[in-house]
């Protein structure tokens, strides 16, 4: 979602800012543009459509300067278009916005009566200009930048620059990130490092409601009062590699089978025998977790499948009643919570706003702590929370979620088997084994991606349809769910995924030979009752799609495709059964012809509500 660079300089910046929207296009956005002070002028271009275009537009005009801005939009106020692209202007001032002012519209009535006038639809020009406002009757641009910013409700991350002073870059930020990158004689800002790794690996996090003052030479952050705050600079430990594709054709195929390696990471340096090393959870330690009797996960998307399979575990691990929620609907109901309870947020980003907004709810709540399971180091849910238990997927690029997934479900396992032994439920014998299991993950994970030319032979007659429904029982189940989101979102399938046990109670009307089920059925305690729901659908005359573990038995006919996947344990069968529906999903999407890393409408981190 909306991505943002801002750089100050002794050299020509543009190429940077360029470069750094082009490491930003994986978030998804649909128009861009740039702003630099060339000779105490603003040089503004904005182009729809992919950052190629702006670039050929800056190639075409030309753009020089040594302080700029640039911006890639996803549309929230007003159509995808040039006038809508950021950066806005107002006079002497250039500004780019990540996030949503909600009282934009009375903020606007209010400047119209004073004789401003409006070229797009957008909260942001209105906030350009309301900051233009109020720097007629301050004293400098850092105090009317306060004072507007005191004024608007929303959320915001900012960039803005003024063409009388080519020596300043201002940035701001309340519920949206950036982040400042520091150089040599340079720096710079951004809404995400990936942006920013060609030119530096320092950074300086901006907390919620902070402005910052940047020059070649010096970084001054302040609160909305005024009252200056001390900052320290963190390294960097992504590599530039995680950010290119390598050599696979789309950065979502490269990252399903980057999967052997993510998960080895996620246990990296963590298992100690028969133990979990307390530093696996960043804040806990050995008694951390000995009080809690209930626990709350809230996520969104992929992040929430992961959720609802972390339920089984930690249900039957550890015996804490455990409920999982969609955040954009905790948020706004009014949870009992009961006492010693832990609050569970599990994101990659660390930003989705809904995610955000839950763990801050919670704080009001009465929770006794709150832990996240995230990817990204520095994010807001890791800022925010009480401790964090890092996935270590490594940067994920591709829109739709993979390895982050199930470096989740894994770390969901961790978090039941640390848990257990905190509160005395898992017997030594028990540990030992899933120990012993865990460990065979990322070969078994390898294992499981050779099935990629039999699925591909499959989607070739798969991608042809409209309608899908996926269907698994048990922790299953949320795998199903996770295939069908999978598919719709990358290859426009619409896809359900169901408890194959509810089908009879409304969904097997649609059965018919147009509507494909793929079953996902691992050879487990349930796999009886799932035979004898397929049997039913098979009766209806369905085109089947049985993955399924290689010994167990099915029966074959003319409507059966059966992809026969390796034996491995059944606590593993969530995690690896997911990797086929996400190699299911990606050549469906790519014989369709869809933009597999950024489909249409979607935006990588949700910072918006
Ligand atoms: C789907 C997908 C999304 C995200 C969701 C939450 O493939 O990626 O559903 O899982 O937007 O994002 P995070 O995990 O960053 O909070």
Same mark, same amino acid.
């Given at each position: 979602?909306?991505?943002?660079?801002?750089?100050?300089?002794?050299?020509?910046?543009?190429?940077?800012?360029?470069?750094?929207?082009?490491?930003?296009?994986?978030?998804?956005?649909?128009?861009?543009?740039?702003?630099?002070?060339?000779?105490?002028?603003?040089?503004?271009?904005?182009?729809?459509?992919?950052?190629?275009?702006?670039?050929?537009?800056?190639?075409?005009?030309?753009?020089?300067?040594?302080? %700029?801005?640039?911006?890639?939009?996803?549309?929230?106020?007003? *159509?995808?278009?040039?006038?809508?692209?950021?950066?806005?202007?107002?006079?002497?001032?250039?500004?780019?916005?990540?996030?949503?002012?909600?009282?934009?519209?009375?903020?606007? +009535?209010?400047?119209?009566?004073?004789?401003?006038?409006?070229?797009?639809?957008?909260?942001?020009?209105?906030?350009?200009?309301?900051?233009?406002?109020?720097?007629?009757?301050?004293?400098?641009?850092?105090?009317?930048?306060?004072?507007?910013?005191? +004024?608007?409700?929303?959320?915001?991350?900012?960039?803005?620059?003024?063409?009388?002073?080519?020596?300043?870059?201002?940035?701001?930020?309340?519920?949206?990130?950036?982040?400042?990158?520091?150089?040599?004689?340079?720096?710079?800002?951004?809404?995400?490092?990936?942006?920013?790794?060609?030119?530096?690996?320092?950074?300086?996090?901006?907390?919620?409601?902070?402005?910052?003052?940047?020059?070649?030479?010096?970084?001054?952050?302040?609160?909305?009062?005024?009252?200056?705050?001390?900052?320290?600079?963190?390294?960097?430990?992504?590599?530039?590699?995680?950010?290119?594709?390598?050599?696979?054709?789309?950065?979502?195929?490269?990252?399903?089978?980057?999967?052997?390696?993510?998960?080895?990471?996620?246990?990296?340096?963590?298992?100690?025998?028969?133990?979990?090393?307390?530093?696996?959870?960043?804040?806990?330690?050995?008694?951390?977790?000995?009080?809690?009797?209930?626990?709350?996960i809230v996520a969104c998307g992929t992040s929430y499948h992961a959720g609802l399979v972390g339920r089984?575990?930690?249900?039957?691990?550890?015996?804490?009643?455990?409920?999982v929620e969609i955040a954009s609907e905790y948020?706004?109901?009014?949870?009992?919570?009961?006492?010693?309870?832990?609050?569970i947020t599990i994101s990659q980003?660390?930003?989705t706003?809904d995610t955000?907004?839950s763990?801050?709810?919670?704080?009001?709540?009465?929770?006794?702590?709150?832990?996240?399971?995230?990817?990204?180091?520095?994010?807001?849910?890791?800022?925010?929370?009480?401790?964090?238990?890092?996935?270590?997927?490594?940067?994920?690029?591709?829109?739709?979620s993979?390895?982050?997934f199930?470096?989740q479900?894994?770390?969901?396992?961790?978090?039941?088997?640390?848990?257990?032994?905190?509160?005395?439920?898992?017997?030594?014998?028990?540990?030992?084994?899933?120990? /012993?299991?865990?460990?065979?993950?990322?070969?078994?994970?390898? +294992?499981?991606?050779?099935?990629?030319?039999?699925?591909?032979?499959?989607? /070739? +007659?798969?991608? %042809?349809?409209?309608?899908?429904?996926?269907?698994?029982?048990?922790?299953?189940?949320p795998?199903?769910l996770e295939?069908?989101l999978?598919?719709?979102?990358?290859?426009?399938?619409?896809?359900?995924?169901?408890?194959?046990?509810?089908?009879?109670?409304?969904?097997?009307?649609?059965?018919?030979?147009?509507?494909?089920? *793929?079953?996902?059925?691992?050879?487990?305690?349930?796999?009886?009752?799932?035979?004898?729901?397929?049997?039913?659908?098979?009766?209806?005359?369905?085109?089947?799609?049985?993955?399924?573990?290689?010994?167990?038995?099915?029966?074959?006919?003319?409507?059966?495709?059966?992809?026969?996947?390796?034996?491995?344990?059944?606590?593993?069968?969530?995690?690896?059964?997911?990797?086929?529906?996400?190699?299911?999903?990606?050549?469906?999407?790519?014989?369709?012809?869809?933009?597999?890393?950024?489909?249409?409408?979607?935006?990588?981190? *949700?910072?918006?509500?």
């Amino acid at each position: 979602m909306c991505g943002i660079v801002g750089a100050i300089a002794q050299r020509n910046v543009s190429q940077i800012l360029l470069e750094g929207l082009s490491r930003l296009e994986y978030r998804g956005y649909d128009s861009a543009g740039i702003c630099t002070i060339d000779k105490n002028e603003l040089n503004c271009i904005k182009t729809t459509g992919k950052v190629k275009n702006l670039k050929e537009a800056v190639k075409e005009k030309g753009c020089l300067g040594t302080i %700029g801005i640039a911006h890639t939009r996803w549309a929230t106020h007003g *159509v995808p278009s040039e006038v809508n692209a950021h950066p806005h202007i107002c006079e002497n001032l250039a500004l780019v916005h990540n996030g949503i002012i909600e009282n934009f519209a009375e903020l606007k +009535e209010q400047l119209i009566a004073l004789g401003y006038n409006f070229k797009s639809q957008t909260d942001t020009e209105v906030l350009v200009c309301l900051i233009h406002h109020h720097l007629q009757s301050s004293d400098n641009l850092l105090q009317a930048f306060k004072a507007a910013l005191n +004024e608007v409700k929303g959320s915001f991350g900012l960039a803005l620059i003024d063409k009388n002073d080519s020596n300043t870059l201002y940035a701001a930020r309340s519920g949206s990130p950036l982040i400042i990158g520091l150089g040599i004689g340079e720096n710079f800002i951004a809404s995400d490092t990936l942006a920013l790794l060609p030119v530096t690996r320092r950074f300086i996090y901006l907390e919620e409601n902070e402005i910052a003052v940047i020059t070649t030479e010096s970084v001054n952050v302040y609160d909305l009062d005024g009252n200056k705050i001390e900052k320290t600079a963190v390294e960097s430990d992504l590599d530039t590699e995680s950010i290119s594709k390598g050599r696979y054709r789309h950065y979502m195929q490269k990252e399903i089978f980057e999967q052997p390696q993510s998960l080895q990471n996620t246990l990296l340096g963590r298992l100690r025998g028969d133990d979990i090393s307390t530093e696996t959870i960043v804040g806990s330690d050995e008694n951390s977790f000995k009080d809690i009797e209930a626990i709350q996960i809230v996520a969104c998307g992929t992040s929430y499948h992961a959720g609802l399979v972390g339920r089984y575990w930690l249900e039957e691990l550890t015996g804490i009643p455990t409920n999982v929620e969609i955040a954009s609907e905790y948020r706004y109901r009014k949870a009992v919570v009961r006492k010693n309870s832990l609050f569970i947020t599990i994101s990659q980003s660390g930003e989705t706003a809904d995610t955000l907004a839950s763990l801050r709810l919670s704080k009001e709540q009465n929770y006794s702590k709150s832990l996240c399971i995230c990817n990204v180091n520095g994010s807001s849910l890791v800022r925010e929370s009480d401790f964090t238990l890092f996935t270590k997927a490594g940067a994920e690029i591709g829109v739709a979620s993979t390895k982050a997934f199930t470096t989740q479900l894994l770390s969901l396992l961790i978090l039941a088997l640390i848990l257990g032994k905190q509160k005395g439920t898992i017997s030594a014998e028990q540990n030992h084994e899933i120990m /012993e299991n865990i460990r065979k993950l990322p070969n078994l994970s390898q +294992e499981f991606l050779e099935c990629d030319s039999q699925i591909s032979k499959l989607a /070739e +007659e798969f991608s %042809g349809k409209h309608h899908c429904l996926f269907l698994g029982r048990g922790v299953m189940f949320p795998i199903a769910l996770e295939g069908a989101l999978k598919l719709k979102e990358i290859s426009y399938i619409h896809a359900e995924g169901y408890a194959a046990g509810e089908l009879k109670h409304g969904p097997i009307a649609l059965i018919d030979k147009e509507m494909p089920v *793929v079953v996902v059925a691992p050879d487990n305690s349930l796999m009886d009752k799932l035979i004898s729901n397929v049997e039913e659908v098979r009766a209806r005359g369905a085109l089947l799609y049985i993955f399924i573990s290689k010994d167990a038995h099915i029966k074959q006919d003319e409507q059966t495709r059966k992809l026969a996947l390796p034996d491995c344990p059944e606590i593993l069968q969530p995690i690896l059964f997911t990797i086929p529906l996400q190699l299911l999903a990606y050549h469906c999407a790519v014989i369709n012809g869809t933009d597999v890393d950024q489909p249409r409408n979607l935006a990588k981190s *949700v910072t918006v509500e």
